[in-house]
């Protein structure tokens, strides 16, 4: 370590019952979580508030209900600036154009979000921050410290901010949730799974007269130049702003995974759909990015030697459709569950628990996922997919079930009796 001078937020020497590692949703969340049990959390971001994320800025029912389970109600319901909500979704695929309502259900919302990551994430954080997490913005955690020589059992981190200051907090517990490049992560020496899906996906934003949408809309029909039907879908999502997000990904299953160009891809693709969303280059407001989507587990154990993996660290994104937050937001809450039993007991092998459970809970259905992500890959099943399989209603409402994941319990309906058996049938990931 060189020079330890003290940063504005934080002493060269800090001490904390929690670290959190990056304040996206899945940190923000877990600090929210973890201050309101009455931890002293300290939650380090790189960047500063508000900063954006490359994403396509789509908030399901699912992170609706970790939206109402924060207490951000009206966010949730879209009574505040910058928040929207829609009905279901349109999906658009071959000649077909059905507009599926999200599923009412006992255990989820039956609405979905959408706001722009500038906004989500602001609003995550501050809220951490009023429950009592320590906020730090502006500081890079730039390593784990360890007890010992062995590195047995995690100590803290390490920091650097902008003017070079340096320092570390010290913690029994890290949490990382610093995203899809996962430093932390690479630090513990954990790998990616070769044999989980990943996707690459590209957005950006036009002004649109569609902004008012009530529904968010997919696009199962992305085709390359040649008119060769790719594996991905694209998306056109309505936000309060006036703009719409607008993108597309690939899954790294399909044959051109890797080969394409993003930018190309969803500049012609935009104007396809420019008749219908106003999606012309004198209309698009921002740059065109692109960002990896890590899925289905994609980097274990999810827990080693105090460290707990908390969303795209951890590779946690629905291999169905490429959501992420609001895994990471429930990985969070799981994460700060069992953190908070392992220090009531004192056991800190209780925290392997967390591994446990989350596999428990969605290792079936990832597993699910990389099946269907393997045949989508294949471009006669997707073209099959779309001709034959979505004119029929009753197949697109349980084929929606299943992508969102959006089933009971405790199910009365048939197509949730089926999704929750295939899910407890599928060898856990
Ligand atoms: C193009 C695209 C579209 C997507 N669309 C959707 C969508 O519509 N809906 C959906 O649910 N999901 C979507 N996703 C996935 C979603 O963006 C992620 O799954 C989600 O952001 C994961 O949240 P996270 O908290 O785990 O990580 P992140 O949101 O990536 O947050 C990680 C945080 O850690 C910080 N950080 C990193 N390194 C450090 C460090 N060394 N020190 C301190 N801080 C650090 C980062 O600055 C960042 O703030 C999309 C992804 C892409 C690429």
Not at 170 to 181: E, F, M, S, T
Not at 298 to 319: A, E, F, I, Y
Request: aromatic share 6%; charged share 25%.
């Amino acid at each position: 370590m060189g020079s330890v001078a003290q940063s504005p937020q934080l002493s060269p020497v800090e001490r904390a019952d929690v670290v959190v590692v990056g304040a996206g949703p899945g940190g923000a969340a877990a600090a929210a979580n973890l201050a309101d049990r009455g931890h002293d959390v300290v939650l380090i971001e790189k960047d500063r508030f508000p900063r954006d994320k490359v994403c396509g800025d789509g908030l399901t029912p699912r992170v609706v209900k970790e939206l109402l389970d924060l207490g951000l109600t009206d966010e949730a319901h879209g009574r505040v600036d910058g928040w929207a909500t829609q009905k279901g979704l349109r999906i658009h695929g071959g000649p077909t154009v059905m507009e599926l309502p999200w599923p009412q259900l006992d255990d989820w919302p039956g609405w979905g979000a959408t706001a722009t990551r500038k906004v989500f994430d602001e609003t995550i954080a501050r809220h951490a921050a009023a429950r009592g997490a320590r906020l730090v913005e502006g500081v890079s955690v730039t390593g784990p410290l360890w007890r010992d020589g062995s590195e047995s059992r995690v100590s803290g981190v390490s920091w650097r901010d902008g003017d070079g200051n340096e320092g570390r907090v010290l913690a029994p517990v890290v949490v990382a949730a610093d995203g899809a490049g996962g430093p932390l992560a690479k630090h513990l020496g954990s790998a990616r799974r070769p044999n989980r899906p990943m996707a690459v996906a590209a957005r950006t934003y036009y002004r649109s007269p569609r902004a008012n949408d009530d529904w968010i809309s997919s696009f199962l029909d992305l085709t390359d130049g040649q008119g060769e039907l790719l594996s991905g879908y694209g998306w056109v999502f309505p936000l309060d702003d006036g703009t719409i997000n607008v993108g597309l990904g690939l899954l790294s299953t399909s044959r051109e995974f890797g080969k394409v160009s993003y930018k190309k891809l969803l500049e012609s693709w935009a104007d396809g759909i420019a008749d219908d969303f106003a999606t012309t280059e004198a209309n698009r407001t921002e740059r065109i990015r692109s960002g990896p989507i890590p899925m289905g587990f994609n980097r274990t154990p999810l827990h080693q030697r105090g460290v707990l993996l908390v969303g795209d660290s951890g590779g946690m994104v629905n291999p169905f459709n490429g959501e992420g937050i609001s895994y990471a937001m429930e990985a969070a809450a799981l994460a700060a569950d069992v953190i908070d039993g392992a220090m009531t007991t004192r056991r800190t092998s209780d925290l392997d628990r967390y591994d446990q459970l989350l596999r428990q809970r969605w290792g079936g259905y990832y597993t699910l996922g990389k099946v269907f992500s393997e045949l989508v890959g294949n471009p006669t099943v997707m073209h099959i997919c779309t001709q034959y399989g979505m004119p029929y209603r009753p197949l697109m409402h349980l084929v929606f079930k299943l992508m969102a994941h959006l089933t009971d319990r405790d199910p009365s309906d048939a197509k949730d009796v089926m999704i929750n058996t295939l899910q407890r049938l599928a060898p856990a990931a």
